[in-house]
């Protein structure tokens, strides 16, 4: 018996050890990749090595004085009550010991905090569950006018698993990127080599944008804006990562941050094309107002879709919602009573509460095609069909 569980120990050991050998173990932080982050590696290299230092010496000397002042030994306690000469001492080198360490500390977080004369500034929203970008000024221009949303770009029903061959669900099978929980659909594109200000914000609750690779992060308070920095140098081109790093909600797992720095040049390619392209959709926009959908059918197809992607997160795929912070759609009020439809129109439009406003976000046939589902999903028969001129209108 006590061999096998010798045996079974030994096997267990040995599997340690390979599977450490096979795993780089990583015991520190991450260098990243700004002067800023490697400024922060370094402080904090400092200051591991000032409490190695202390705890080697305190440990050190109170091993020290059990083993040799044991009674055993036949020493006796010392008689005595205060020293000022000890007390002097461990007043004194504490203080010392916290000096040089704030004065490091001190240097990097001013250097932080110092967000003058940037060449790029973005402004980042976060919202429940993604996050907005929006570019302000770039060099000489003032006024840039881009902006998007971020969003997670794997489907809700592929990561929930709620799927065709998941259990017998529906949706079919596929094929799992490696990093598909921190993919998005439009990563913030930045310059290498340029100063880069991010002025954070939040139109909810309270985020944390966080990429450790910069060693950025703040808090998105609403009502309120954040300033930080980054400069990743030239060379260093390449997609980092990061995510929502505070407690934000059911789906605050789900809202990743995807930065991908370019060459100048490339910068500024990828930007006059992401212009041009923002000027296509919203032309597309502002041209399907004259939409006009042929039945329900057609405008609850589309309705469908709309709602997978955005709506559902709070509302859920069968419109139950989670009472009492998301209300649920089906049977409500305002979704199923044929005489609510103009104050329906008027929350997706502009929002309320928790609700965010989608005018702007979502183009007048993808407001309209989502209402005309919601309004006859789950037993809400109204019957209503909403054109895109409709929601115009309100």
């Not at 044991?70 to 009550?81: I, L, M, Q, Y």
């Not at 509302?315 to 049977?331: E, M, R």
Request: hydrophobic letters at 45%.
């Amino acid at each position: 018996m006590r061999s096998s569980l010798i045996f079974r120990a030994g096997a267990a050991l040995a599997a340690l050890v390979l599977a450490s050998s096979a795993t780089a173990i990583q015991l520190d932080l991450t260098p990243g990749v700004t002067d800023i982050s490697q400024q922060v590696f370094d402080l904090h290299r400092f200051m591991l090595w000032i409490c190695i230092i202390i705890g080697v010496g305190v440990f050190g000397v109170m091993f020290y004085s059990i083993f040799h002042h044991r009674k055993s030994k036949g020493v006796k306690a010392a008689d005595f009550h205060e020293s000022t000469l000890v007390e002097v001492i461990w007043t004194v080198i504490p203080f010392i010991i916290l000096i040089v360490m704030a004065i490091p500390a001190t240097r990097v977080l001013i250097a932080m905090s110092d967000t003058g004369d940037a060449d790029l500034t973005v402004r980042v929203t976060g919202s429940q569950w993604k996050w907005h970008y929006e570019y302000l000024s770039y060099g000489e221009n003032k006024d840039v006018g881009l902006g998007f949303l971020s969003v997670l770009s794997t489907p809700r029903e592929q990561y929930e698993r709620q799927g065709k061959g998941f259990s017998g669900s529906n949706v079919p099978d596929f094929e799992k990127h490696p990093n598909y929980l921190v993919e998005v659909d439009k990563p913030l594109v930045i310059p290498t080599g340029k100063k880069v200000r991010f002025l954070i914000t939040s139109d909810d609750v309270i985020h944390a944008w966080w990429v450790p690779d910069f060693a950025l992060k703040r808090d998105a308070v609403p009502g309120f804006i954040n300033e930080i920095w980054t400069n990743v140098p030239a060379g260093k081109e390449g997609v980092y990562r990061g995510r929502c790093a505070e407690l934000c909600g059911k789906d605050h797992a789900f809202m990743p941050i995807v930065v991908e720095a370019k060459s100048q040049a490339e910068f500024e390619s990828w930007l006059k094309e992401a212009k041009v392209k923002a000027d296509e959709e919203a032309k597309a926009a502002a041209s399907s107002v004259d939409y006009k959908f042929a039945d329900i059918a057609e405008a609850n197809k589309l309705g469908e879709e709309v709602y997978t992607a955005r709506c559902v997160s709070c509302h859920q795929a069968g419109g139950v919602g989670l009472p009492p912070t998301f209300p649920a759609l089906k049977g409500s009020k305002i979704a199923a009573a044929k005489d609510q439809l103009p104050a329906h129109i008027e929350i997706l439009n502009n929002g309320k509460n928790m609700m965010p406003a989608w005018k702007g976000v979502l183009s007048p046939k993808e407001l309209a095609a989502v209402i005309t589902y919601t309004r006859n999903a789950w037993g809400n028969d109204t019957g209503d069909l909403v054109q895109p001129s409709d929601v115009v209108a309100k």
